[in-house]
């Protein structure tokens, strides 16, 4: 369960970076080639080599937005494990209610 959870969370917060950062690149005017290569380059090292970035031509802008991006990402997996955990402590309410006093009578 705790590894089909984590490689659910990681899509999410790949999916949800490269979707926030692709419009906030285009509102930059990178070329939209160029915007699916600094997109994947922060989604495939999960944010930590967004600073690397500042190397590129506006690259400020492009570290500003890759921060604003992932940090968009991140809440969305944020909302995602907190349904998951709410999702398994009301399912525990409905799991039977079994004593060690009703296995000793058994």
Do not use: C, M, W
């Amino acid at each position: 369960g705790a590894a089909i959870g984590t490689a659910i969370l990681g899509t999410v917060l790949a999916s949800a970076t490269n979707s926030a950062l692709l419009p906030r690149l285009d509102a930059l005017h990178v070329a939209a080639a160029k915007a699916h290569e600094y997109a994947d380059f922060v989604t495939d090292t999960a944010g930590q080599l967004i600073q690397f970035l500042v190397l590129q031509p506006n690259g400020q802008s492009i570290v500003d937005a890759a921060h604003e991006a992932f940090a968009s990402g991140t809440r969305a997996v944020s909302v995602l494990a907190t349904a998951f955990v709410l999702f398994g402590l009301f399912a525990s309410f409905r799991l039977p209610v079994h004593s060690s006093a009703d296995s000793a009578a058994e």
